[in-house]
């Protein structure tokens, strides 16, 4: 039997962090033995942050698609590729804007958000059009999962309201993609908001070990837990929450040495710091590998275009003739 495809991508708007790591990436190490497996950097994406700074973007693709391998997705079981080196894509994404109404996206919580963040007298028509484009992505390869973080359910659940608004016009053609979560796929950033590029809060797989540590020093902690025998609260810590994730065997301890006033932030930092530094060494070893290999990368996305390309060629070739444009 064929396995069941599945596919998810990352915006190359700068390099990777915790949040993407946990949320996302990890869960496709783990998936892509048993899916048949497509990762994308969306570079068009990035244009609705990045389309006044393009030189940006060769360098954020390569560190992405460096943060890709070093993470451990395996070229050879699967395909990792740019998204503007797939055609298909903006096609697909044409075809699906005409019959996608308006008021849907303008209903999409991360543009209503963006649009506010912005505070532009008006945004553009790409931005608006995010998710049409995201939906292509995805079923131009008719996947049936992909893997992400909590913050892409609105957009999961339009690329289904998509696929079923063509399949009723034109045919069955498209399969209703489902999520798949990652138990961390809300990560908090240093600041105790959804860690992000754009906050400034974030933890990236590139910071070296000085780096990582200095940072976890300046994370918000209990702020009632004043003193380190002060009893604290570890629900609404930002160090907690990533003990949960680097520290597991040691979190229940944690947790009520904490609660009980016999356990200092930071000392509970500086183990933090330990366990997420040991996380991330082998990521920072196989970055080094692969930085060595002249060309490598470049390969690797070649070749990894190629082989989506040939699957979103033939979805294409079912869409046109379903739509009547042979
Ligand atoms: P992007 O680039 O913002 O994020 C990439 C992935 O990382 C997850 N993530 C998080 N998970 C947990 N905690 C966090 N703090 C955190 N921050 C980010 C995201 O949920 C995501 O899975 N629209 C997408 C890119 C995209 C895409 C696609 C994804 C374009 N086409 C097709 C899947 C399928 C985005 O902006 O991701």
């Not at 079981?77 to 998204?83: P, S, T």
């Not at 008719?142 to 399949?167: I, M, S, Y």
Request: overall charge negative.
């Amino acid at each position: 039997m064929s396995k069941a495809r599945l596919l998810s991508g990352m915006q190359p708007t700068g390099v990777l962090h915790l949040g993407n790591l946990e949320g996302a990436l990890r869960n496709w190490v783990q998936l892509q033995d048993q899916y048949d497996s497509y990762f994308c950097i969306v570079d068009w994406h990035a244009l609705t942050t990045l389309a006044e700074r393009t030189e940006e973007i060769p360098h954020n693709v390569r560190e992405v698609a460096i943060d890709y391998i070093a993470a451990g997705l395996d070229p050879e079981k699967c395909a990792i590729f740019v998204q503007s080196h797939v055609k298909e894509h903006a096609e697909l994404h044409l075809l699906f804007s005409m019959i996608t109404p308006l008021g849907w996206l303008e209903r999409v919580p991360t543009y209503k958000e963006k649009r506010e963040n912005l505070q532009l007298e008006s945004v553009s028509y790409g931005l608006l059009g995010y998710p049409v484009l995201q939906a292509a992505d995805i079923l131009v390869y008719k996947a049936q999962v992909v893997p992400v973080g909590e913050d892409q359910l609105p957009h999961l659940e339009l690329t289904r309201e998509v696929a079923r608004r063509f399949n009723y016009l034109y045919g069955e053609v498209f399969p209703e993609p489902q999520a798949l979560l990652t138990p961390a796929a809300r990560v908090p950033g240093l600041d105790g908001r959804k860690m992000s590029k754009s906050y400034n809060n974030a933890i990236y797989l590139s910071d070296d070990a000085q780096t990582v540590t200095q940072k976890v020093k300046q994370a918000f902690t209990d702020p009632q837990k004043v003193r380190k025998n002060d009893p604290g609260h570890p629900e609404g810590c930002v160090v907690f929450a990533l003990h949960q994730i680097y520290s597991k065997d040691d979190a229940a301890t944690i947790e009520t040495e904490c609660r009980a006033g016999q356990r200092g932030c930071v000392d509970c930092k500086m183990q933090l710091a330990g366990n997420l530094n040991t996380a991330l060494d082998p990521l920072r070893q196989r970055r080094q590998e692969l930085l060595a290999k002249a060309g490598e990368l470049e390969r690797i996305l070649r070749e990894g275009a190629e082989k989506a390309r040939a699957v979103a060629q033939e979805t294409m070739k079912e869409v046109r003739a379903a739509m009547h444009l042979e």
